[in-house]
Nanobody
């Protein structure tokens, strides 16, 4: 079983910054892909950014040049640095990870979500 624990959400003024962090734990052999989705009230959950274990990062057009995703493979953590935040960025942010457990079973796990509020 794989668990993801997120931290770093909160209230920030427009133009401010926040950093979200997510740590994966459990019977993990490898994590192929990690990233962040967000869901605002009345909207569907949408990809914000993803980062594979090898390869290029991927960002939603709305956050390019403002958000940066990075991971520490040794610690099974992923972080999302969010700069120049806008009211439209307010949402619940969910971390995810996809990989294999130690017995080679594929997994896709989600965090519990962390609230980001952007308001003056």
């Amino acid at each position: 079983q794989v668990q993801l624990v997120e931290s770093g959400g909160g209230l920030v003024q427009p133009g401010g910054s926040l950093r979200l962090s997510c740590a994966a734990s459990g019977s993990i052999r490898t994590i192929y892909d990690m990233g962040w989705y967000r869901q605002a009230p009345g909207k569907q959950r949408a990809l914000v950014a993803s980062i594979p274990s090898a390869g290029r990062t991927n960002y939603a057009d709305s956050v390019k040049d403002r958000f940066t995703i990075y991971r520490d493979n040794a610690k099974n953590t992923v972080h999302l640095q969010m700069n120049s935040l806008k009211p439209d960025d307010a949402a619940v942010y969910y971390c995810y990870a996809a990989g294999q457990t130690i017995d080679y079973t594929p997994f896709r796990a989600w965090g519990q979500g962390t609230q980001v509020t952007v308001s003056s």
